[in-house]
């Protein structure tokens, strides 16, 4: 009996121990926090992902082809957005240079060029020339960066970012918000594969939830006959 019972334990014990963390999925508090004070999101319709980074973070880099491979398939309900982290007045200069690529329509070209710069070449950038460089080496005219780099445009989105960065109340990055609501990021989740699926889990419960919060379609007309 004692060999059957053996047996059956060490057929069914696996089976067990999978779907208990199968049915755990992700813990609060351990792999992703929630915020204590919910932000608004750009969209109403969709989840929203915010990615906060700094370009001299080498866990940024790191994370970036993981991010690339997800936007590959990124689901149509779901509205990704960068944004260059300011936890000090030294964060802003690449800030700026993160906004003036997406205003010029070159962050296609400049944003893979500055961390591949920083992090493959090893170059400093400390000063508005050392920024202009690299756009040149980009095929953006000096003209054209120095009116976007100082416009009241960028201003404004740098004064937005170092605001989202206090009120997402992060204290490093790269760190993934989802939806206005979790906050996580690599070391919480586990690595940079595990901050995906702590992502993509996060983006499943609140598609549920808006899911549930769209008002169901009215019924159609009955048609009556008139005699």
Not at 203 to 226: G, K, N, Q, W, Y
Request: proline share 5%; aromatic share 10%.
């Amino acid at each position: 009996m004692k060999t059957v019972t053996s047996w059956l334990l060490a057929l069914i014990l696996p089976f067990s121990i999978a779907g208990t963390l199968h049915a755990g999925d992700f813990v609060e508090g351990k792999q992703y926090v929630a915020l204590s004070n919910p932000q608004p999101t750009s969209t109403a319709d969709k989840v929203e992902v915010v990615e906060l980074f700094w370009y001299g973070c080498p866990h940024c880099y790191d994370l970036e082809p993981f991010v690339s491979d997800w936007l590959g398939s990124k689901p149509e309900d779901v509205e990704f957005v960068r944004m260059p982290a300011i936890l000090g007045k030294g964060w802003e200069l690449l800030a700026k240079a993160y906004y003036t690529a997406e205003l010029l329509n070159v962050m296609d070209k400049v944003h893979p060029a500055l961390f591949h710069a920083m992090h493959k070449e090893r170059q400093k950038f400390k000063s508005e020339a050392d920024v202009q460089a690299l756009f040149s080496n980009q095929g953006v005219s000096s003209d054209d960066f120095k009116k976007t780099f100082n416009s009241f445009a960028v201003a404004v989105k740098i004064n937005h970012a170092r605001e989202m960065t206090r009120r997402y109340a992060i204290t490093g990055v790269p760190t993934l918000i989802v939806n206005g609501k979790y906050s996580t990021s690599s070391s919480l989740a586990g690595g940079n594969r595990k901050i995906i699926e702590v992502m993509n889990y996060l983006i499943d419960r609140e598609r549920s939830t808006l899911d549930a919060a769209v008002p169901a379609a009215p019924a159609a007309p009955t048609a009556v006959s008139v005699d």
